[in-house]
């Protein structure tokens, strides 16, 4: 019993490396203290971190996924997302089709220029923009 606890209890402490420097300044790295004849440098803990839990992997998964749908409206909706679902100048009724595509571009530029730090208020600005040049 009493060497089962000793085993748990070392198992369970910080493990730690030695920097340790020799002749000509060449640098050596131990686990226990430094050799005869090497100069202490430094100390750190190098106890290995758990591994993530199974639940915790999920839960990051689930982020990462939430961020990607997140993303993706944001740039539906600020008229950004390639592919299918683009926005198109109808040619009839337009009353000036120079002037829609001119919105369009200012908004892309904007939208570039601010970057991920676009607000809500400033999508929708955007996209009245567009909507009242292209109508």
């Known amino acids: 019993m009493l060497l089962l606890a000793a085993l748990m209890c070392d198992s369970a402490s910080a493990q730690v490396v030695n920097k340790c420097m020799g002749k000509g300044g060449a640098v050596h790295y131990y686990s ?10 430094k100390t750190w803990d190098a106890t290995p971190e758990q591994p993530p839990t199974n639940e915790e ?23 950004t997302r390639s592919g299918a679902g683009g926005h198109h100048v109808r040619q009839d ?22 970057g991920m730090r676009r607000t809500y208020e ?14």
């Open 32 to 41: 226990g203290p430094c050799p005869a004849g090497y100069q202490h440098a």
């Open 57 to 79: 992997l999920w839960r990051r998964y689930y982020q990462r996924k939430q961020g990607e749908a997140d993303s993706r409206y944001l740039s539906q909706l600020a008229g």
């Open 93 to 114: 009724g337009a009353r000036n089709a120079a002037a829609c595509d001119a919105a369009k571009a200012s908004r892309e530029s904007t939208l570039a220029a601010v």
């Open 122 to 135: 400033l999508l929708q600005q955007l996209d009245a923009n567009v909507r009242e040049a292209c109508k």
